[in-house]
């Protein structure tokens, strides 16, 4: 099993930066990629990054390209989101994810994470 525990949600005006962080523990060494993903109300989970945890490739969402940075810290485990120039559209709560080995690492393929933090809440006002 593996467990991933979110931090750095809050409040910031549009414009504003905010950084989470995604700290993993447990069976760490079948992770091979991870992952951020948001959701807002009413609205389907979307990817925004994700993060080869070996090679650390990284991939983005349209939506955030030049805006968010995925990073890693492989001594301690923790994947950071790294969030500047927010909109008021980027409001959701922000999932971590990890996928095991296999995993296509696909910023578009939510269902190929199979470990899930309990969620950041990120708002932004205008």
């Known amino acids: 099993q593996v467990q991933l525990v979110e931090s750095g949600g809050g409040s910031v005006q549009a414009g504003g930066s905010l950084r989470l962080s995604c700290a993993a523990s447990g069976y760490t060494y079948n992770i091979n990629c991870m992952g951020w993903f948001r959701q807002a109300p009413g609205k389907e989970r979307e990817g925004v990054a994700t993060?080869?945890?070996?090679?650390?490739?990284?991939y983005y969402a349209d939506s955030v390209k030049g805006r968010f940075t995925i990073s890693q810290d492989n001594a301690k485990n923790t994947v950071y989101l790294q969030m500047n120039s927010l909109k008021p559209e980027d409001t959701a709560t922000y999932y971590c994810a990890a996928a095991g080995f296999g995993s296509l690492c696909a910023v578009n393929l939510p269902t190929d994470f199979a470990y899930w933090g309990q969620g950041t809440q990120v708002t932004v006002s205008s």
């Open positions: 993060i080869y945890t070996g090679g650390g490739s990284t």
